[in-house]
């Protein structure tokens, strides 16, 4: 292990990680659950791994109210992994925004695939009512020139957070955000594609 930090254990698989690793709840003062995706709010945490797996055995088997000794608000399992879907996704968003304002955002399929013959883009979203052929081409393309893709949000939305009309691709280039986006994404993975 590269990093060493302080560790904490999930209060559902008993898993120890450095603490960056795992995600961590706080109460708020009505005892209401509340994810603290960038820990970084007062109060005494406890941690689970990110996956749903983990969220939502710790809600079931009432391991929150163990860790915080006593009632605990809002420690709905599903509840829960739609919050943290709508939050990880509200910073994704917030991170495609800066990465049009730094000129890092070329869009539309046109666009996207003559982009991925020549200079490869970091990363693409791909809508998720993008037409069944064009997702198709667009994958292969992607797959071929080794190119991470996220399927997520509509052509309007994705439209809108460039300042554009409906866009059905939009590519990332080298520079953009990329990292933030690969960790946000990734952490959406982590809790759509484990039975969410
Ligand atoms: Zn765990």
Known sequence: ????????????????RNKKELLRFVLAPDRTLVPDLLA??????????????????????????????????????????????TRIEERIASYI????????????????????K??????????????ADIGQKVKALAERNGVEYCTLFDKEKLGALIGKEMRVVV????????????????KLRNFFEEGR
């Open 1 to 16: 292990m590269a990093e060493k930090g302080p560790e904490r254990t999930c209060i559902y698989c008993r898993t120890t």
């Open 40 to 85: 970084k709010l007062p109060g005494r945490g406890a941690y689970t791994c990110m996956t749903s797996v983990c969220v939502k055995g710790a809600a079931d088997k009432r391991q929150f109210s163990r860790a915080f000794k006593g009632e605990v608000k809002g420690a709905d399992g599903a509840g829960l992994i739609d919050q943290l879907a």
């Open 97 to 116: 925004s800066l990465a049009n304002k730094a000129g890092k955002v070329s869009s539309g399929t046109d666009m996207v695939l003559e982009r991925m």
């Open 118 to 131: 020549d200079q490869s883009p970091g990363f693409l979203f791909i809508a998720s009512d993008i037409s």
């Open 171 to 186: 590519a990332i280039g080298v520079g953009g955000f990329i990292e933030p986006l690969k960790q946000e994404t990734a």
